[in-house]
């Protein structure tokens, strides 16, 4: 659920802001925030009333929609939009969504984002989880000191409560006044869309330093908090003499089975650069001819110059709670409540073997073979 905005308005409403007076400038901005606020939620607030009265009359739709029957704690959480979530929610008093929202709404994140679908989401409430690889730590005869302690060096216990990501939600009153099924569907929405660019951030590029480990980070090596960076490993064709020495760096020495990878990438590095690699003309039709199972995921949450191979259901990520607070600054809105949702949670790869970062300054395009046959 995007909201309806676009580069006009937004340019229009920069240059108001801009050209105001100082001594007019506070109000220059409140005028901009209503105007920009009533265009980004109105088409979205119309939609929703006319599916409510479609699904009064088509029990189909109704069922299409989503919409839930609420628990009592999600019936006791969503009552507060109601009454006005500005005297419901405070600063001082944050208030804690309830976990079977979590749980549905990073559902939804994980169908919403092709890199989210192949992370490990710990259950939402849990506050330390077990992330292990598997490296082949095994062996016959009896149970020594240096099996233990090798075995053990492959499981790695984190805690969920370290950091937190910060969302801003737009509530219009117009989905409340629909009742709480609607208010449930809308909100697990936008908080699942609001989440998804933070988490695809973490899991690629997190720096460690007050949020989760990306997969382009060592694990164990840090400066002031912050991991340093992978080095990035050159990738001159996706043919089986170059593509296979980089995958083989994902095996972890020979301890892991490989057998389909992810190319997390910029959608900018992706049509410019891979796409022309990776594509040949067969039988009339363009089809990628990656050597090996390859499977491209396009995301704007990748720096450009810099996508990252690696093992699907190797990342381990968890959300231990969301909280809420009102944005006390927009007490001025009277159609849309401003919320500020607060995720707490962690998360890294099982070892530093699951991604390698590419160069791909020197990715090569794909050439057919051509072989000339002479008759005589």
Known sequence: ????????????????????????????????MHEFIEASTAGIVEQYAQDAVRAQEDADFAKSLGLRTLNKDEKAFYSKFGVGVKNALTFEQED?????????????????????????????????WISAAATGAAA????????????????????????????????????????????????????????VDGLEYAVIDGDGKDEPIGFSRLLNTSV???????????LATFAPEDYGPVIEVLT????????????ICNPAD??????????????GTWAPNFSF?????????CDEGSPVLALPNMYDLGIQAVKLDVYKETKALDDVDVLIAKTYGNGRAVDDACAVVLDISGLARYIDTVNTVAVV
């Open 1 to 32: 659920m995007k909201l309806n905005t676009n580069k006009e308005l937004l340019a229009s409403l920069t240059a108001k802001i801009e050209g105001a007076p100082v001594e007019n400038k506070t109000e220059a901005i409140l005028s901009a």
């Open 96 to 128: 804690v969504i309830p976990v079977t929202i979590i749980e549905r709404t990073l559902d939804s994140v994980k169908k919403e984002s092709g890199l989210l679908g192949y992370v490990r989401i710990v259950p939402a409430g849990v506050k330390k």
């Open 140 to 195: 016959w005869g009896a149970i020594t000191a240096s099996i233990s302690a090798e075995l053990s060096a492959t499981i790695t216990g984190i805690n969920m409560d370290a950091f937190r990501l910060a969302a801003y939600l737009l509530v219009p009153k117009g989905i409340v006044a629909l009742g709480e099924a609607y208010v449930d569907r809308y909100f697990r929405a936008i908080l699942a869309e609001a989440m």
């Open 224 to 234: 002031d908090g912050v991991h340093t960076a992978k080095t990035a490993v050159a």
């Open 252 to 263: 972890n020495g020979g301890k892991r089975k490989v057998e389909e990878v992810l190319l």
């Open 270 to 283: 992706y049509f410019a650069t891979i796409l022309p690699a990776s594509m040949s003309f067969v039988n």
């Open 293 to 301: 199972p390859t499977r491209v995921i396009q995301t704007v949450n």
